[in-house]
Nanobody, 124 residues
Framework: QVQLVQSGGGSVQAGGSLRVSCAAYGYTSSSFCMGWFRQAPGKEREGVAAISAGGGRTYYSDSVKGRFAVSKDNAKNTLYLQMNSLKPEDTAMYYC?????????????????WGPGIQVTVSS
């Protein structure tokens, strides 16, 4: 059974930084892609960032490009999202997701396994 365990997040003032992590357990293959999504109240789930199985390719939404960095430690099966220069509009529940291969990393429909979500709140 695949389980994604998220940690990090919390509250920070605008301009600050946070890091969220996502550890994957129980996935039988050592090769998989992972992504980060976020959802604010009343809004649709938005693809924020994604990374290929080997880590050589990354994707970022325009809203976070240049401020967020996604990385993956394959030895630990752990995904990270370093969030810098945070803005109040970054406030949302952040979810990690896992899939073996991706065609459209920004689409939540591409992913089979999901973490429970973790809150990130940025105050002005």
């Amino acid at each position: 059974q695949v389980q994604l365990v998220q940690s990090g997040g919390g509250s920070v003032q605008a301009g600050g930084s946070l890091r969220v992590s996502c550890a994957a357990y129980g996935y039988t293959s050592s090769s998989f892609c992972m992504g980060w999504f976020r959802q604010a109240p009343g809004k649709e789930r938005e693809g924020v960032a994604a990374i290929s199985a080997g880590g050589g390719r990354t994707y970022y939404s325009d809203s976070v490009k240049g401020r967020f960095a996604v990385s993956k430690d394959n030895a630990k099966n752990t995904l990270y999202l370093q969030m810098n220069s945070l803005k109040p509009e970054d406030t949302a529940m952040y979810y990690c997701a896992l899939e073996e291969t991706l065609i459209n990393p920004r689409s939540p429909n591409e992913y089979t396994y999901w973490g429970p979500g973790i809150q990130v709140t940025v105050s002005s």
